[in-house]
């Protein structure tokens, strides 16, 4: 496989420390709000990076962490608690708000049939061992206390700023020096915090009563399932040039090395050309794709038009697109559930290694996507070409295995009472569709009149 490393700035060849275990780990959401589909593209770059590694034939030790504990507005110390902030405007205890989006963005990953990272750490289950990390980075010399807050000195390492290629001297002359007096350097950060009386989410430390700062628990947390040095690491680009380049810091303040050797990141999803924003009410959540008629995997299919490297543009054109590019693959599986036609074995290894070129040069699904539909669209019908889109769909993630069986699960009595409302319907006779839609409801389904027809969903 070849990825490309924001630490080398190249695309490099992909050589595990271990010759058949992956070890990655990938920073999770802030569970302070339903994952908006931004959010999502970055679980779905992280799971068309597991099912590659998979498909190689890996085996995977994969963390994500859930960041359940508030952090502030901005990356750097300053801003307000995102936790705290969520919790004031709901009227909520910020703990029941963390348990109550945690649930809904495992629920929205589950949706996306997102492979899930075999270990999922929560950081407020994780304090001690957050509290064992910064520990012996103060030992190292590697900090100094302030009134209320515990920094790290990024002037005692040789280098800070190796991801971004930043020099903190680049960055002292650049910035309106209106940071926070007490830093010594425009560049340290808090690891470990002082709690106020009135913050709620604080925990009883070596300091006193206190919580951590949000660049400790990654490192922490890496660590403690990882090791010292682990493969990759994986993030959105907005973690470059902070949050990443902190956890490298605290790393080598820790035990003097760089925690990963491959670095990737995902870049942003833009909606329109530009910036997603509650303000601009184009902020969605998969709930709002689902309103408007598209299934999540929808937005599984219209994520793989890009390179995780690349930006993407969210359009409802490019919507509408994807999913009928998504039924055409259905289409195109079950045509091929039903053939006997004979495949030459050279064709099916052509193919084979065509798409597996495509997916190990750094995850390149456009390329990969453009393989399966010469499979979708080959003419022959043959049960060889089906089983090879399963083999694909390894990666694809479209969970086609299961399709025919979700087709054939509706009971014959409502798809009978879907064919009276589509004689309904045609018959312009709106009082009757309106009550087998109620009836339909009733028993369980939600009715979509759509440009292909009607669509169920239980
Ligand atoms: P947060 O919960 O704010 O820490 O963000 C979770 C993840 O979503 C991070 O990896 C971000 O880099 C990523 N992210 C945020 N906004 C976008 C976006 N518009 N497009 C893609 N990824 C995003
Ligand atoms: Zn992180």
Redesign the pocket.
């Known amino acids: 496989m070849n990825i490309y490393n924001t630490l080398t700035r190249k695309i490099e060849e992909f050589k595990p420390n271990d010759k058949t275990e992956v070890r990655i780990y990938?920073?999770?959401?802030?569970?302070?709000?339903y994952?908006?589909?931004?959010?999502?593209?970055?679980?779905l770059f992280m799971d068309t990076l597991r099912r590659t590694l998979k498909y190689n034939g890996y085996t995977l030790k994969h963390v994500m962490n859930i960041?359940d504990v508030g952090h502030l507005v901005s990356d750097a110390d300053d801003g307000e608690d995102?936790m705290m902030k969520a919790a004031r405007i709901e009227k909520k205890d910020p703990f029941e708000i963390a348990e109550f989006y945690m649930k809904a963005f495992l629920l929205d990953i589950d949706k996306l049939n997102i492979d899930k990272p075999e270990i999922i750490a929560r950081a407020t289950e994780h304090i001690e061992v957050m509290e064992e990390y910064v520990k012996k980075i103060i030992e190292n010399g590697y900090t100094y206390e302030t009134e209320n807050t515990i920094y790290f000195d990024t002037s005692k390492l040789d280098q800070y700023g190796v991801l971004s290629n930043r020099k903190v001297e680049d960055q002292k002359a650049g910035a309106r020096v209106e940071f926070d007096s007490e830093k010594k350097n425009i560049s340290d950060f808090a690891v470990w915090i002082k709690a106020p009386e009135n913050h709620i989410m604080k925990w009883d430390t070596f300091w006193g009563k206190c919580y951590p700062g949000w660049h400790l628990e990654c490192s922490a947390m890496g660590y403690n399932y990882l090791g010292e040095q682990f493969d990759i690491h994986?993030?959105?680009?907005?973690?470059i040039p902070i949050h990443h380049e902190n956890e490298i810091a605290q790393s080598k303040g820790f035990c003097g090395k760089i925690p990963a050797n491959y670095w990737m990141?995902?870049?942003?999803?833009?909606?329109d050309g530009g910036?997603?924003s509650k303000s601009l009410n184009n902020l969605y959540t998969l709930q709002d794709l689902a309103e408007k008629g598209y299934e999540p995997l929808v937005y599984r299919m219209f994520n793989f038009t890009s390179n995780y490297r690349n930006?993407?543009n969210f359009t409802w054109e490019a919507m509408n697109s994807a999913k009928t590019a998504l039924g055409r693959l259905r289409e195109g599986y079950l045509k091929h559930t039903e053939g006997n036609e004979e495949i030459l074995q050279e064709t099916i290894k052509d193919f084979e290694a065509r798409f597996l070129n495509a997916v190990n040069d750094d995850l390149n699904m456009p390329v990969a996507m453009s393989i399966v539909w010469e499979v979708v669209k080959f003419p022959q019908k043959s049960k060889q070409l089906q089983k090879l889109l399963l083999k694909f769909d390894m990666v694809l993630g479209f969970n086609l295995a299961n399709y025919k069986e979700e087709k054939q699960e509706l009971p014959e009595e409502i798809l009978e009472l879907v064919k009276q409302r589509d004689d309904a319907r045609q018959n312009k006779n709106w009082a009757e569709s309106d009550r087998i839609r109620d009836l339909l409801i009733n028993q369980g389904y939600l009715v979509k009149d759509t440009k292909e027809g009607t669509v169920l969903e239980k």
């Open positions: 990938s920073c999770g959401p802030t569970v302070y709000n994952a908006h589909i931004g959010n999502l593209r970055a679980y960041t995102k994986t993030g959105g680009i907005d973690h990141h995902v870049d942003f999803l833009t909606i910036k997603m930006k993407i």
